[in-house]
Structure formats: structure tokens, C-alpha cells
């Protein structure tokens, strides 16, 4: 059964720092991966989406990479700012039919 | 806009009592999806349904049940069965076919009386 964990669970950085966010998978038979926004209270942003057949995707100030082998995917941002205080979640899609798993998220405050 | 309206935002249940939670799309996705999201994990699948008149259980489908009856709708009933219904409920579609992503609502949150 796939297990996605992510770390840290919260992470707390002074505006301008670029940081860097794991999640990690047990079964590297994945469709693709997810890297999602939660506000406090709110649904779901998505972020990126790679799939199983690409490295890395990267939209605006935001960086994902994916390593099947090793079930590693990072989130890059660069030059936080306190806009980007939020909950990050990743989730895979499985290669069986079988749907999205989530990890549990990081919690992400950029102090101003 | 297109997206993903859930309602109502907030809800009470009592003690013996069964709740609908409501999801519309206007995307003109086929996959729809129903998550509980408690405090510190990761969403967890109730129901989703890839067609009309269609669906298939999650990992924690006891206590609730759904229906797809329209294209746009699928409404989750969370039932007296149900003994710990107190969550965060959130509602996703997604195009059909491979490497899509999910789109979200803003939730529901259900809680005990």
C-alpha cells in the first residue's frame, strides 16, 4: 500500500530565503505527482504536476523535482515571501488504477 | 469562472441524524472525488465516480454514501453510521484519462452537536 510521508511538518523562514520541501513515497509506481497549496480553512490549490516520465516542472518562483528510483520529490521556492504562508501537500497517483494518496502536508509560515 | 462549489461551508449534525454535503462542477470533468481531511493528515479517499450513474468506494467509505445522478453533481451523505464525522470535507473533479490534476472545492466542515 503506497505511504507518502513529508518533512518537515512545519517549517518556520525569514522573508527572501529560498527553502526547500521533501515528500517521499514507498511504491515508485506512480502516474505522477501532485504538489498542492492549503489555506487555512480553504480547498486545495494545485500547484505542479509532474508526471512519471519527467524530472522536474517548474511554474513562476517554484521548483518540483521527482526521483521514481529513490520516491523523493522536492519543492523548490525561491525568495519566500509571506504570501507563501501556507500548508504544502504532495500526492501521488498510482500506476494500477489506483487514486491519488496524500501526504500530510508542511506547514509553511514566512515570517515578514 | 469555472470551478467547484461546495455547500454549505459550515454544518452541524446531531446525534442519530444523516447530512448531505453538496458538490457542483462546471468544469465538464468526469471524475469527481469525495476527501476527509482531519487535523495533522493527509486527505483520505471516502468516494469518487469516473462516470454518470457510477462510483466506487475509498479507503474509509463506511458510514457514507454518494450518488451521481448529473454529470456536475455528486453529493456525499454522511450517515448515522458514521461515529467520528466530525472533518474537514473536501470535493474534487478532474478531466478524464492520464496526468491530470485534481481541482478542488473549498470544503465543507462538519460538526457534532
Known amino acids: 500500500k503506497q505511504e507518502v510521508t513529508q518533512i518537515p511538518a512545519a517549517l518556520s523562514v525569514p522573508e527572501g530565503e529560498n527553502l526547500v520541501l521533501n515528500c517521499s513515497f514507498t511504491d515508485s509506481a506512480i502516474y505522477n505527482l501532485q504538489w498542492f497549496r492549503q489555506d487555512p480553512g480553504k480547498g486545495l490549490t494545485s500547484l505542479l504536476l509532474?508526471?512519471?516520465?519527467?524530472r522536474e516542472q517548474t511554474s513562476g518562483r517554484l521548483n518540483a523535482s521527482l526521483d521514481k528510483s529513490s520516491g523523493r520529490s522536492t519543492l523548490y521556492i525561491a525568495a519566500s515571501q509571506p504570501g507563501d504562508s501556507a500548508t504544502y501537500l504532495c500526492a501521488v497517483e498510482g500506476s494500477y488504477g489506483q487514486n491519488f494518496v496524500f501526504g500530510p502536508g508542511t506547514r509553511l509560515s514566512v515570517l515578514p | 469562472d469555472g470551478g467547484i462549489t461546495q455547500s454549505p461551508k459550515y454544518l452541524f449534525r446531531k446525534e442519530g441524524q444523516n447530512v448531505t454535503l453538496s458538490c457542483e462542477q462546471n468544469?465538464?470533468?468526469?471524475?469527481m472525488y469525495w476527501y476527509r481531511q482531519d487535523p495533522g493528515q493527509g486527505l483520505r479517499l471516502i468516494y469518487y465516480s469516473q462516470i454518470v450513474n457510477d462510483f466506487q468506494k475509498g479507503d474509509i467509505a463506511e458510514g457514507y454514501s454518494v450518488s451521481r445522478e448529473k454529470k456536475e453533481s455528486f453529493p456525499l451523505t454522511v450517515t448515522s453510521a458514521q461515529k467520528n464525522p466530525t472533518a474537514f470535507y473536501l470535493c474534487?473533479?478532474?478531466?478524464?484519462?492520464?496526468?491530470?490534476?485534481?481541482?478542488f472545492g473549498d470544503g465543507t466542515r462538519l460538526s457534532i452537536l
Open positions: 468544469l465538464n470533468h468526469d471524475a
Open positions: 474534487a473533479s478532474s478531466p478524464s484519462g492520464s496526468y491530470q490534476p485534481q481541482h
Open positions: 509532474i508526471q512519471s516520465s519527467q
